[in-house]
């Protein structure tokens, strides 16, 4: 998502960018097949953590999708 701003049409902070940024490396390394359960267990729930952010600031909107 190359977007520059928000779901509301505000520009995008430094911050703003980070979280996305962030929630997004963890949902690619969520998907990874080649992690021990436990590595792919913690890493969903911080992954889970950071949509919160995101969505509560409206900077996505879709499901997490891990199960």
Request: net charge negative; hydrophobic share 45%.
């Amino acid at each position: 998502m190359d977007t520059k701003t928000d779901l509301l049409g505000n520009p995008l902070t430094a911050d703003d960018v980070e979280l996305l940024d962030l929630y997004r490396r963890l949902k690619a390394l969520s998907a990874r097949a080649d992690l021990p359960p436990v590595t792919t267990a913690n890493v969903k729930q911080a992954m889970v953590m950071l949509w919160n952010a995101c969505n509560d600031l409206a900077l996505l909107h879709e499901e997490p999708g891990c199960d």
